[in-house]
């Protein structure tokens, strides 16, 4: 196994979305405890992880709190921080409405949480652009 690389990067998942049948995606293999999904290439995780972004938007939750309390619940994570941090990345508040159909928002939510989820150096702008800008695989 590779130890040093974090998970969401073994399993092409940058958001840690756990497995609940995603299209293309498995549970992933070779963990005690199987429970996020495994995608074919980067570029489905990314695109998955806009999705779910999307979703949640669609649901209401269109502040950096009200999503990231329910993607990064505090049973599991330093919520507080992740909060923090995506909030610093774009520049709002964690109460500001944010326009998830707007691209620019979307890059910058995909690459604060790629970031919170994995540590800094895995994921990048431009592989999060040429993900969006890609046609379904």
């Known amino acids: 196994m590779n130890a040093g690389i974090p998970r969401g990067i073994r399993n092409n998942n940058p958001g840690n979305l756990d497995f609940v049948g995603q299209a293309g995606a498995h549970l992933e293999t070779g963990v005690p405890d199987p429970r996020f999904a495994a995608f074919p290439t980067m ?21 950096v709190a009200a999503i990231i309390g329910v993607y990064a619940p505090v049973r599991e994570n330093a919520t507080a921080t992740y909060i923090a941090a995506l909030c610093a ?9 944010l326009d998830l159909n707007d691209p620019a928002t979307m890059r910058q939510m995909i690459c604060g949480i790629t970031r919170m989820e994995n540590g800094p150096g895995h994921v990048g702008m431009a592989q999060i652009d040429r993900a969006l800008d890609a046609p379904p695989t």
């Open 43 to 63: 570029g489905d995780g990314i695109r998955a992880l806009r999705d779910q972004l999307a979703r949640y938007g669609a649901r209401g939750l269109d502040t």
């Open 89 to 97: 990345q774009l520049h709002v508040a964690a109460d500001t409405a």
